[in-house]
Each structure stands twice: as structure tokens, then as C-alpha cells.
């Protein structure tokens, strides 16, 4: 939802510059083969490969259309541990053999040094999203969230964003939280 609400909503009135990082899960909270969630977290693990491949071949804008793609996919179409990588790029008009990248730990490296890059900005001890931006002192910072169950209508993707940033800039701020009280709700399957 925090991808969609960005993209949609805020980076074009805001004039944002989008790059996609990963954060593997599988990475970040150790999860080992025998682990009850290994397939999931290792079916995403094996997309976020994709990804790193398709930067590689098309660069940081046709991340994001696979990024979209592959959410869409796993959210709407419930479709994280049987989709067909290959036919997600041909859909995107990527080469389908980057597929097999998903397969090829090689691209773990890669991973590991463009998530510890968001994990230095905003700390260990979060998840995702993290979403890193200049303040004004043009000081590159990054927050944890906002982890939000539905996109803001119009003013409000606005107003939420100006707090976001206007927060940055406040020194010793560092966490602000509220529990979870709601599922994510989805809306229509975006047209990706």
C-alpha cells in the first residue's frame, strides 16, 4: 500500500525520483530453510533476484515496473509461491531468461549491500517499508513506514507526505506508532 500510495498519489505532485531497494526478509530476520515461513519468504527472496537482474539489464526506472508487477501479483492475484516469473517479464516486455536469476544466489550479494544501505539510514531494528529521502539540510535520512492499510484519497497521500518530511527535519525525533487495527485493503487489481 505504501508503494501504490507513493507512486500514485504523492511522487507526481511532489516531483520524486523513485528508486526501488530490496529488503529481503529472508535476509533481514534470518529465516532458515526448516523455518514453518521459509517458502514464502524464499518465493519473495527470489523475486527481489529478479529484480536485481532487471536493474542490471534495463536500469533503476524498469524497477519499478516490476516491483509493481510482482506486488500486484502477490497481493491481489495471491499468487507469491507458483507465479511464473518469466511470464510477469514478458508481460513487462523484459527479457523472460532474467527469470532465472531467481534461481542464482550470485545476485545475493547485490541484495545484501542495497539493503544494508536503507538498514544504516534507518536501523535494525525495523521492517519494511523504509522510505529514505534528503532533509532539508540536503542530509540523507530514512523512516521505517509509514505502514498504511489503504491509499489516501487525493489531499490527504499530500498531507501524509508533508508530515512524513516535515518530521524529518525535527531533531531527536526518531519512532511514532499506533497498533494495527485493520487489513490492507487492496482495491481494484492496478492495471500492471
Do not use: C
Request: proline share 6%.
Amino acid at each position: 500500500m505504501t508503494a501504490r500510495w507513493v507512486v500514485d498519489e504523492v511522487a507526481p505532485h511532489r516531483d520524486l525520483n523513485v528508486v526501488w531497494q530490496p529488503i529481503s526478509l529472508m535476509f533481514k530476520n534470518d529465516i532458515e530453510p526448516d523455518a514453518e515461513n521459509y517458502a514464502a519468504v524464499f518465493a519473495t527472496h527470489r523475486m527481489l533476484r529478479v529484480m536485481e537482474a532487471v536493474r542490471s539489464e534495463y536500469g533503476d526506472a524498469a524497477v519499478q515496473r516490476w516491483y509493481l508487477l510482482a506486488g500486484t501479483v502477490v497481493h491481489h492475484d495471491g499468487d507469491r509461491d507458483t507465479a511464473d516469473l518469466g511470464a510477469m517479464l514478458e508481460r513487462l516486455d523484459f527479457d523472460p531468461k532474467l527469470a532465472e536469476a531467481a534461481d542464482d544466489d550470485s545476485w545475493d550479494d547485490e541484495i545484501r549491500r542495497r539493503m544494508d544501505v536503507g538498514l544504516e539510514l534507518a536501523g535494525d531494528d525495523i521492517g519494511t517499508p523504509i522510505i529514505a529521502f534528503d532533509n532539508a539540510d540536503g542530509e540523507r535520512q530514512a523512516y521505517f513506514g509509514p505502514v498504511i492499510t489503504r491509499v489516501p484519497p487525493g489531499d490527504l497521500s499530500l498531507k501524509l507526505w508533508d508530515a512524513l518530511t516535515a518530521m524529518m527535519d525535527v531533531p531527536g525525533f526518531w519512532e511514532l506508532k499506533r497498533t494495527r487495527t485493520e487489513s490492507p485493503e487492496l482495491g481494484d487489481r492496478p492495471d500492471v
